[in-house]
């Protein structure tokens, strides 16, 4: 029994990880072209049609998080809280803790509080463990860069690029991460998706620069 019961848990733990880092299923994603998943596939209750569990988004989920409420994906304009997921680059290819990227907010992020984006470990599902204090980065993140047209450049790699280090997270090379985009007290823009989050983009450094 013992070892049915390792054997299931390592297949569970295969096929839950498989799910949610390659969903198949384009409807999954915020966007035609675009790396950044839903959260809540089929919505806060995980349903394909009423009373029909989807079982790849409950999987999905439930790998990556713990609690959910109806707040967290009903459209409240101005309250509650919306989350983009991803763990791919804009190519595609897996996030790497020894890579540097950048990430484009356009201007106007549509939040009526404030928005952040939190990096996580794909092998824990927890925060990032790294020197930096914290794995993130946030419109309320004191002396946060912000471009002359009202936009905003995150950056994640194992060292900051020169002169952006308020914008930057650490990563660990030799450990794959994902990311939860944020938006609390979302905006119109959000939703009708008139305003997008850029992909994150593969960028190479010399001496520190891009």
């Given amino acids: 029994m013992k070892k049915i019961l390792a054997e299931a848990a390592a297949v569970g733990d295969a096929t839950a990880r498989t799910i949610a880092f390659h969903m198949r299923d384009r409807d999954d994603y ?52 919306q989350y983009a ?32 984006v939190i990096l996580y470990s794909n092998q824990t599902r927890s925060m990032i463990q790294t020197d930096q204090r914290f ?29 952006k280090e308020k914008n930057w997270v650490q990563t660990a090379p030799g450990k794959a991460w994902n990311t939860i985009l944020r938006l609390y007290g979302p905006l119109e823009p959000w939703f009708d998706k008139t305003w997008r989050p850029g ?10 620069h891009e």
């Avoid at 209750?45 to 989807?54: D, H």
């Avoid at 763990?87 to 928005?115: N, S, T």
């Avoid at 995150?154 to 002169?163: L, R, S």
């Fill in 30 to 81: 915020y966007y035609a072209d675009s790396h950044w998943q839903l959260p809540f596939v089929g919505g806060y209750r995980f349903q394909s049609q009423p009373g029909v569990l989807n079982l790849d988004g409950y999987a999905f989920y439930y790998f990556m998080a713990t609690g959910v409420t109806p707040a967290m994906q009903e459209k409240m304009v101005g309250r509650g809280s």
């Fill in 85 to 116: 997921w991803t763990a791919r680059d804009a190519k595609g290819d897996p996030l790497d803790g020894g890579k540097h990227y950048q990430l484009h907010l356009p201007p106007h992020v549509p939040v009526k509080d404030f928005w952040s």
């Fill in 135 to 163: 794995p993130s980065v946030s419109s309320q993140t004191e002396g946060l860069l912000v471009n002359a047209d009202g936009s905003v450049d995150v950056w994640f790699g194992p060292t900051a690029p020169a002169g």
């Fill in 199 to 208: 992909e994150i983009e593969l960028r190479r450094l010399r001496n520190g």
